[in-house]
């Protein structure tokens, strides 16, 4: 599959019935999942400014509504300045 059709194929599945409608999450996750995944978000947002070949790059936009999710969980889960520290140590 081409990059043009699988654009395609994401821009209509994100356009779907209901896709925009917000969703209520009733979920408690563990501090050490919060931080896993707010390091998986940032290292797949990083990698779409570097190759342009992921996901995200077929749903502009929405990388940066990630992150804010991100931050939203590391500041719930009172782990900003861990998360913080770790990208110091990343670079």
């Known amino acids: ?20 409608d917000p ?3 009733n979920y408690q996750p563990t501090r050490r999942f919060v931080l896993l995944l707010s390091q998986v978000i940032e290292q797949a947002v990083r ?3 570097q190759d342009g070949e992921t996901l995200l790059a077929y749903i502009p936009g929405e990388a940066e509504q ?3 999710f991100s931050n939203d969980w590391l500041e719930k889960a009172g782990m900003k300045a861990l998360a913080e520290k770790l990208k110091v140590l990343h670079k």
């Open 47 to 49: 990698r779409d400014k």
């Open 66 to 68: 990630l992150l804010e």
């Open 23 to 25: 969703v209520k999450l």
């Open 1 to 20: 599959m081409t990059s043009s059709e699988l654009s395609k194929v994401y821009d209509t599945l994100m356009c779907g019935p209901g896709m925009n």
